[in-house]
């Protein structure tokens, strides 16, 4: 694992930001696997950026997304679909069609996870996976469990995710309890990983997924088991 530390949000985001350039440049039909949070807001508006300067051509790239709720439409300001589209994608020139987040409204859940994790083996995998990390070791929301998830699957929130997720919310009874999320399969499938994360209080939780035993109680530790994984971190 490599690890980066920055002096600021915005120097991590640059950082963040110039490896997945780098990837789009060495493959302009890449497959993207990215997260929503408050973390890449800053790394999604530096692509757009470049986008808009002509350094960067979206044109063929393509995406999965980490995770969706469940029960909220993706027209809702709250989705992840929606999240993705105004910080990225309708601020680029991506073929919308190109772009995949799973469908949290789905009237069979099981089977829309499997069809998930057959449209990531039918792109051939991803080639660059982006990452945040939650304050409890998640990645997607694969939360703490006493097993790592390895396929996509219908997880419920943990009590710490929902706390930690209010602030998106009016009320702390709108957060969702359940979501769809990406399993560690296709996440450890990915060729090369980033994982970006701000905010002193994360220090901790790093630290445990870096140096602490592998373990589903953190599990974010997986990344150990990567032979090609980039963490970028910033105290602000
Ligand atoms: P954040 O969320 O970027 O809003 O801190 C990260 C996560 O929970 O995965």
Redesign the pocket.
């Known amino acids: 694992m490599k690890y980066y530390s920055f002096e600021s949000y915005e120097k991590m985001s640059a950082k963040a930001a110039s490896m997945v350039a780098a990837q789009i440049t060495l493959k302009e039909n890449c497959v993207l696997g990215l ?1 929503t ?4 807001i800053r790394t999604y508006e530096i692509l757009a950026d470049m986008y808009k300067n002509g350094a960067l051509d979206f044109a063929q790239v393509q995406t999965v997304n980490l995770d969706e709720y469940c029960g909220i439409p993706k027209e809702n300001e709250q989705s992840y679909r929606s999240f993705m589209n105004h910080n990225l994608f309708d601020n680029v020139n991506i073929n919308i069609d190109n772009t995949n987040v799973p469908n949290g409204m789905a009237s069979d859940i099981a089977a829309e996870c499997i069809r998930y994790d057959e449209l990531i083996d039918s792109l051939g995998g991803i080639d660059l996976q982006l990452l ?3 304050n409890n070791g ?2 997607g929301f694969n939360e703490p469990s006493r097993q790592f998830s390895k396929d996509t699957n219908c997880i419920d929130l943990t009590e710490d ?1 929902i706390q ?1 997720y209010k602030r998106f919310f009016n009320d702390i009874s709108e957060v969702p309890r359940k979501a769809i999320t990406m399993g560690m399969r296709s996440i450890l499938h990915a060729r090369k990983i980033v994982l970006i994360a701000n905010s002193l209080v994360k220090e901790k939780i790093i630290r445990a997924a870096i140096e602490g035993p592998i373990t589903p109680l953190v599990p974010a530790s997986i990344l150990q088991l990567h032979p090609d994984v980039t963490i970028l971190y910033s105290k602000k």
């Open positions: 997260p949070g408050s973390t890449p945040g990390i939650g998640h990645i995710t930690a």
